[in-house]
Nanobody, 115 residues
Framework: QVQLVESGGGLVQSGGSLRLSCAAS????????MGWYRQAPGNQRDLVAR???????NYADSVKGRFTISRDNGKNTVYLHMNSLKSEDTAVYYC?????????WGQGTQVTVSS
């Protein structure tokens, strides 16, 4: 019974910053690869950033240099620091735990970037 709870979404002006948090329970967090995905209306759900148990990261080209994923194993929490936000970053952001070929998803949190 893995549970992922996102927080930190909201409305922000273009050029601003937000920090998303995802608190995990019911899993051996330190052994899991965690990711952030996003989905805008009419679009597929795309990878934003991923972090492995060893701390290796990868990012979508559209967010490289602006977003940073990190984790705190003591708090069972993964973060997404988002800087220099653009209107095209507007989406529902989902936290995910990778399990084999599949994923366990959080409920999602809305990020809206105004012009």
């Amino acid at each position: 019974q893995v549970q992922l709870v996102e927080s930190g979404g909201g409305l922000v002006q273009s050029g601003g910053s937000l920090r998303l948090s995802c608190a995990a329970s019911g899993t051996i967090f330190r052994l899991r690869t965690m990711g952030w995905y996003r989905q805008a209306p009419g679009n597929q759900r795309d990878l934003v950033a991923r972090i492995t148990p060893g701390g290796s990261t990868n990012y979508a080209d559209s967010v490289k240099g602006r977003f940073t994923i990190s984790r705190d194993n003591g708090k069972n929490t993964v973060y997404l620091h988002m800087n220099s936000l653009k209107s095209e970053d507007t989406a529902v952001y989902y936290c995910a735990e990778e399990i084999g070929r599949g994923k366990t998803w959080g409920q999602g949190t809305q990020v809206t970037v105004s012009s």
